[in-house]
């Protein structure tokens, strides 16, 4: 009885996984010309697509839709023995610079920017010198992540005090930290928001945070402020790099001199995964 069971299961165990083989290879292969291109949909519910080119064809091809603003990236897994292979994002990129070739998980890949309001495109995959059959996935992933962090500033801000009551107020000396050498921010990371706070010792009213960074040197005033806090109305649109030298002061109208000292800035930042590579 025992024997007819194990015989029983291991032909129903067959049955499953010559059943899975053909599905998964009926939908992986025959897309060897645009015509023929295996639809991924809208590319954020699209699922990972494994490929097998047979030896003698030479190149897959996919499409799938975006919408304006997108910023995405194409990955094919790779091998390193595929010389020579390609992703291509057709009137687009193309990627052949293979990625992480000494981790279990190389690939190659091409980008794209979405500029019209809804688009097709369609990628092609090429094999290159390897001539045996090919086996790799293709999926899409978007480029663009956030981040956030705080960082702090060396020194500390010393505001002689308004005496004359100058309706201007005025400024204190400028303390700075330097972020170009800063491992943990992503390359070409770029400034989303930005806040600052300390307390003034003593603390007053009507105080006014103000920062600069190094790549326009312009002095930008808090939109609100406290002695506490400071918020700008810098955003994306500035294109501020966050690795860079930032120099902060502030505005005092009180009489009395005052200090800041280990001043912090959150930075929430935007950056493009494939610049990570």
């Keep these: 009885m ?16 010559i059943s899975v083989f053909a599905t998964s290879a009926s939908a992986s292969t025959g897309n060897n010309s645009i015509n023929t291109a295996h639809d991924m949909g809208y590319w954020k519910y699209s699922s ?44 687009g990129s193309i990627g052949s610079t293979p990625i992480n070739t000494d981790s279990l998980t190389p690939f190659i890949y091409a980008k794209a920017d979405v500029t019209s309001a ?4 369609y990628v092609r995959v090429s094999r290159g010198t390897y ?3 090919m086996y790799f996935t293709v999926s899409i992933h978007d480029r663009i992540k ?6 702090n500033f060396t ?29 943990t921010i992503p390359k070409k990371a770029i400034v989303k928001s930005i806040n600052t706070r300390r307390t003034q010792t003593p603390s007053q009213g009507n105080v006014t945070h103000k920062l600069m960074s190094n790549q326009n040197q312009f002095w930008h005033t808090a939109i609100a402020s406290t002695a506490t806090n400071g918020s700008y109305s810098i955003s994306l649109q500035d294109q501020l790099e966050v690795a860079r030298i930032w120099s ?13 000292k280990n001043v912090r800035a959150q930075i929430s930042y935007e950056y493009d995964a494939t610049d990570q590579f």
Excluded: C, H, W
């Design 2 to 17: 025992k024997n007819t069971l194990k015989q029983i299961l291991g032909f129903s165990l067959i049955l499953f996984f």
């Design 118 to 121: 809804s688009n097709t495109f």
């Design 48 to 91: 990972p697509d494994t490929t097998i080119l047979p030896e003698g064809e030479n190149e897959a091809y996919y499409k799938f839709t975006a919408n304006a603003g997108e910023r995405i990236y194409v990955r094919s897994s790779y091998q390193n023995e595929y010389t020579g292979m390609k992703v291509e994002i057709l009137n």
């Design 131 to 133: 001539t045996g059959n």
């Design 155 to 183: 020194g500390t801000a010393s505001n002689p005090g308004n005496p004359s009551f100058n309706l201007n107020g005025v400024d204190s000396s400028v303390i700075t930290m330097d972020l170009t050498k800063d491992t």
């Design 146 to 151: 956030s981040g956030s962090k705080e960082f």
């Design 248 to 260: 902060f002061k502030y505005n005092a109208k009180a009489s009395a001199s005052s200090t800041m």
